[in-house]
């Protein structure tokens, strides 16, 4: 389940990317690097911290073609990504708890620690999307709007916990799934956020 | 011949690190320092996803003297950059070919599948310049402007379809080379560059 | 007495994160996430480029607490940053120093060149900040303003002349201390910076 969960979540990560690096004009080249990183990229980022080599994707070249196949789609697709939108919203939330899932796993089988576990599956969950942002050169947008890389994190507190609790995998799974989708479709309903930290600019001010 | 390409194409590709860090208005340090990842950072970023350690140029550090040795000279002759644009432009096209000749070989002998030695050579080929990008705070515009890296992709594929056929490596460098720059400088000279992708916000809007 | 202080400077790092993370509104996760990366990203860095595996904070959990924790507390201290201004800045001035000798220390352990030893040095000692100001979506602040990625620089370079004149490891980072501190503090009191160069744009600019 979780397979199939995930490939249907690096496609929705690239739409991401393409519909990202159209808003900076890049060429096709462009926006199937950017698909591919948005989409990949948590995972890379996670094997490379966790020295996890070789590192997933380069051993799936399926994927290399997906995402950058669904990159390239979108600029077909894109006049009615606004119509899509739900659909599409629905489809990133089930790509950030799988993506988080699968993190935790990667790091559990290497046999981290807690707290590196968990910092495994949000990297997996975010970091394409904070990839995606830097290329765009603009600032991440998971860690300002609504609920997002916080329901990365609780989604791996819960996993774990219930993990502990002696949970089948399968059913922890799909615990997991009802949760962090709920909680993040209700924070873009009804504008759930963090508290946002604003400060001005001291001595180290650009 | 690769070798030799390959300390003029670092050479030209710390020259363009050094400019960009001048348009940030960058201290001698941060000069130095741009140019030593834009010369070196493709590689770099290509060894960390293959697993491919010790990376490249901790083994050669004539390679680090080179490149900070070259973006500080930068500043010495920048006034005549615009004079010497052309040439800068071809040693940068040769880098480019070269790079990613090199970053194709890489994962070859590491027993990478073939879509992971395309995405090495454009790597090593390519990231060298977004990462100048990023750090100089502006959207990679290797991503946008004439085809640079599309020319990087089908000198890949060139090189890897002339191996299949069975031509001797330095042959099939040597067509790579002159498909290469003739590629690169025709875009340059007619700006044929790949169509673009705009796209307005919606949702995800920054 | 190097750990002891490599806890202060990883509780500074992580409130200078915390306060660029302020500066571009972030929410508390990103706060926290800006906080972790800029207190133990150099080090982060180093250790993937040295393939130092497994990364050093994936064995100390108590510095993700930590890192973590100083930047949620700077939420709360933040109004009185400026007065606390001074302390902050010596606090931060020996993180540089601690951050540059346990770089070097880390990649003579692994056997590299004097090069490949100062550039482990200096990317601990300011690579944090960089990634922290690439994730705010600013240009380095390490690289334009007074003398501080040079400070990096000297102390490496004082430290491996002082190892190699047979000086103990105990006075030998004393003294790197001494002098880094009496330097970087020197800086920001009469302003000494590297001269800048300032390049306005040819053919490449944006």
């Given amino acids: 389940m979780l397979t199939s969960i995930f490939v249907i979540a690096i496609t929705a990560e690239a739409m991401s990317g393409a519909l990202a690096a159209g808003r900076r004009n890049m060429d096709l080249f462009g926006v199937a690097l950017i698909a591919f990183i948005t989409a990949l990229g948590g995972g890379t980022v996670r094997d490379m911290l966790l020295g996890n080599y070789p590192v997933t994707w380069t051993q799936?070249?399926?994927?290399?073609?997906?995402?950058?196949?669904?990159?390239?789609?979108?600029?077909?697709?894109?006049?009615?990504?606004?119509?899509?939108?739900?659909?599409?919203?629905?489809?990133?939330?089930?790509?950030?708890?799988?993506?988080?899932?699968?993190?935790?796993?990667?790091?559990?089988?290497?046999?981290?620690?807690?707290?590196?576990?968990?910092m495994a599956g949000i990297t997996t969950g975010i970091f394409g999307g904070i990839l995606r942002d830097i290329m765009c050169n603009r600032t991440p947008q998971v860690l300002r709007h609504e609920l997002y890389a916080s329901v990365s994190f609780l989604v791996a507190i819960l996993y774990l916990v219930l993990r502990v609790l002696g949970v089948s995998d399968e059913i922890n799974t799909l615990i997991c799934f009802c949760f962090g989708l709920t909680l993040r479709l209700a924070a873009i309903h009804w504008k759930l956020s963090l508290p946002v930290f604003s400060y001005s600019p001291g001595r180290w001010g650009d």
């Fill in 60 to 118: 799936h070249p399926s994927y290399i073609y997906l995402t950058i196949g669904a990159g390239l789609l979108t600029i077909l697709i894109a006049r009615f990504m606004q119509r899509l939108n739900r659909i599409f919203l629905i489809l990133d939330a089930m790509g950030l708890v799988a993506f988080t899932i699968i993190g935790c796993n990667v790091a559990l089988k290497l046999g981290y620690e807690t707290p590196v576990v968990i």
